[in-house]
């Protein structure tokens, strides 16, 4: 149990082996005073750096960004995780779809935005079995089965006539 004698929540597991501090008190610890009211009174500018902030960690590691991703996405789905984040590599264009050259600055997913793709489904975001492909791809992929795909592709082809 965390060592902190005002420690407010005793239920979490100690974070820093060498306080024998919880989280919770950890990142209480890390806290600049004054920052929180200088955003209370500056909520636009505050709003506007960290907009800025994000967008700069997007360009400048994107890799890193993913990787943060798909360990939460693992976490959350209960798969296996071993990636480091040399692991993530990002094409410039999609693998998938040669033809989306993939755009790093978004700050909301779009369909030329990079996403990490588990190559055999539920297997987990483990070594050798992820790859970096647009968002459209991933979509498409994590919705559809092959069934599902084959039965389309019949329906286009068996149609392709009327669309000329
Ligand atoms: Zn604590």
Known sequence: MCANPNCTRPDLPILIQKT????????????????????????????????????????????????????????????????SVLDIVIPEYCPIFPYIKLNLTHSKARFDSPSVDQI????????GNVRVISHRANMLKSNMTLDEITYLVLDFTSRAGEYK
């Open 20 to 83: 024998n501090w919880c989280r919770s008190c950890y990142y209480k610890s890390k806290k600049k005073p004054g920052r929180s009211t200088w955003m209370q009174t500056h909520p636009e500018r505050a709003r506007e750096l960290l907009k800025k902030s994000r967008r700069k960690r997007r360009i400048e590691c994107p890799e890193h960004v993913l990787w943060v991703r798909c360990k939460h996405r693992a976490r959350k789905m209960g798969l296996p995780f071993d990636l």
């Open 120 to 127: 055999k489904p539920g297997l987990g975001y483990i070594k």
